[in-house]
Every structure is written in C-alpha cells, then in structure tokens.
C-alpha cells in the first residue's frame, strides 16, 4: 500500500526524438511499493508526434500515465496544469530532454518519508550531443543544463551557492498551496528563451519559510544539443535571461542600494565584466574568463529590456494557490 503519492509532472513542446527517452528511464526506474507514482505529460501544443508516442507508452506504463493538452503557450503554463491535474502529495518535475536515473524514485521516496522537509532537488549530469568546448565550464554550466551541486547533501538557502532547478525538482503539494503556482509572465515560451520562473518559485519558497535539501542521490541525465554548445546560444540565453530578471524586478522588493531601479551592484558586476571582455580583445584575459565577462553584460542589456522596455503579461500564478485552480481549467483538456 502507498504512504506516498507522486504525480510525475513532464511538459513537453515539439520533442518526440528525445521524448521516448524520457519516458523509457521513468518506466525502467524502479520505485518502492510504497510510493503511488502517476504521470502526467503535458502537451504543450506539440506539432509533431508527441500525442502518438505518449498513447504508446500509455498502453505499457507500469502505473497510472494521463496526457494533458495545454493550449496557453510557454513552460510555466505547462509545469501548472499537470500541478492542477493531479492530487499526489508530492509533485516531481522533470524535462523532455531528461532521463531520470535508476534510483531517482527511490531517492525521493527515502528522502520524504523520513524527513519534514518541504522540497528536494538535484543535479542535472550532462549527456553532451557533441564534443564539449573547452570555454564551457561549470561555473556558466546552468546555461545549458549542467547542474552540480557536489557530493554532499546541502540545505538550500542562503549558504546554498545555487537555487532549486525546476527540471529536476520534487515539492510536497501543500507547500505549493502556500506559495501558490508558477509565474506564467516567466519561463520559457515558443517565442524565446525567457526564464527565471524557478528563481521566483524558489524565491516564494524560502520566503514563506519553507526548506528544501539539494540530494546529490537525486539524479537526472541531461541532454545537452550541439546546438547549445555555441557563443551565439550562450549569448541569447543570458539575454533572454536578464529580460526575465528585469520582469521580475517589476514586483520582487530588490535588497541594496539602486540607481533608477537598477540594483548597484549588479552595475558594479556589469562594468567589471567590460573589463574582462576588453582585455580578452587584446589578450590579457583568457578567452572563457573574457567570455564570462561578456555574458554578464548580455544579462544587464536583458535586465534593461525587461525593466524598462518590456510590458508585462497578464499572470496566471504568482500567489494563486493550487485548490483555487479548477483541473479542467480553459485551457488544458486531460486525456
């Protein structure tokens, strides 16, 4: 009999070469009996053939397996109506660009059963599509998915030198009732590569008190295309990064000091980083550190965007709790 139920949470757009991947490590992982697992796919307006794949799997899952078509656009509206859909205690988030490791059911099974603990995460091992480039390294890793938090279990919090990663993240549902769901003006859409809806989920976490342990037992293998594996990616990203920032900064209370709005010393950081891509201009820096610089820049002309330039969607989440939310909403429709 289960003492735990987790809805397994999994939004995809357009990945059916990578989807069955995903779905082959949840159903070879083994998982205690005592853990009910049920998983949600959520559809996010898929143009290719993400709805036959999923009907192929349904049919051999060894535990409940729904599909979700969500019709509103962009990954936070997706990571919402699979959170709508289910019931369990615990909702897991994983990618469609993931496999989850054989021990990862087990892994938060263990952990939340035994623990008070209201969210977990983990690290995100690289699956390199391509030969990695010598100027990608694990400090600017998160660009591209690769996550690593070390080989030790880390409360997560100030003194944590990282945040909870949505794609690889487990939260008891009544924590969620308190925070309320995901912030759909944030996060990536079809149109762009707009994110920190996980800064602004675990932002609202720690400031209703809530705590969280980074489990490094907590595995996922991540996929990592050539395509990402480019100074052009990396540059887009931070850009599209920064917008999301500059959105945020809308409606989070920014701590420090600031000029028109702009925290101090994130000018500080972006002046240094000038620095460092000019000196790699005449040899003086080493080319990733200069890169680096260069990123951060990226970031601080987004942060611009989105502060000043960008208008603000209409939001479906922040601070809208999940029972207030009907399963059957508009615009998604179960099968």
Not at 114 to 130: E, I, L
Not at 289 to 299: K, R, S
Request: proline share 4%; with cysteine; aromatic share 12%.
């Amino acid at each position: 009999m289960a003492i735990l139920t987790l809805d397994v949470v999994l939004p995809t757009f357009n990945r059916a070469d990578l989807l069955p991947k995903t779905l082959e490590s949840l159903m070879s992982a083994s998982w205690p009996a005592e853990l009910g697992v049920t998983l949600w796919v959520i559809d996010n307006n898929s143009k290719d053939n993400t709805r036959e794949i999923v009907r192929e799997y349904q049919e051999r899952s060894p535990y409940p397996f729904h599909y979700v078509l969500e019709k509103q656009q962009g990954y936070s509206a997706a990571l919402n109506a699979g959170i709508r859909a289910g019931n369990g205690d615990l909702i897991g988030m994983i990618n469609d660009d993931e496999e989850v490791d054989a021990g990862w059911f087990q892994a938060i099974y263990d952990f939340f059963s035994t623990s008070s603990f209201d969210f977990a995460g983990g690290p995100y091992y690289p699956n390199w599509g391509a030969p990695k480039p010598d100027w990608i390294t694990k400090e600017t890793g998160g660009i591209v998915g690769w996550v690593d938090g070390g080989p030790d279990r880390q409360e997560y919090g100030p003194n944590f030198n990282g945040i909870l990663m949505g794609g690889n993240s487990i939260v008891r549902r009544r924590a969620l009732e308190k925070v309320g769901l995901y912030d759909t003006a944030l996060g990536r859409t079809d149109k762009g590569l707009n994110s920190c809806e996980d800064e602004d989920m675990y932002g609202r976490l720690l400031a209703h008190g809530l705590r969280g342990m980074y489990l490094p037992e907590l595995i996922i293998h991540h996929y990592i295309p050539a395509e990402r594996m480019t100074r052009s990616y990396h540059r887009r990203w931070c850009f599209g990064r920064g917008t999301s920032l500059g959105v945020l900064s809308k409606t989070r209370k920014t701590e420090g000091a600031q000029i028109f709005g702009i925290p101090r010393w994130q000018i500080r950081q972006t002046l240094a980083g000038i620095v460092r891509m000019v000196k790699g201009w005449f040899g003086l820096e080493k080319s990733h550190t200069a890169f680096q610089g260069e990123l951060g820049v990226w970031d601080f002309i987004g942060f611009l965007n989105g502060r000043f330039l960008r208008r603000t969607q209409s939001r479906e989440a922040a601070g809208t709790s999940v029972s207030e939310m009907a399963s059957d909403s508009a615009g998604s429709r179960q099968v």
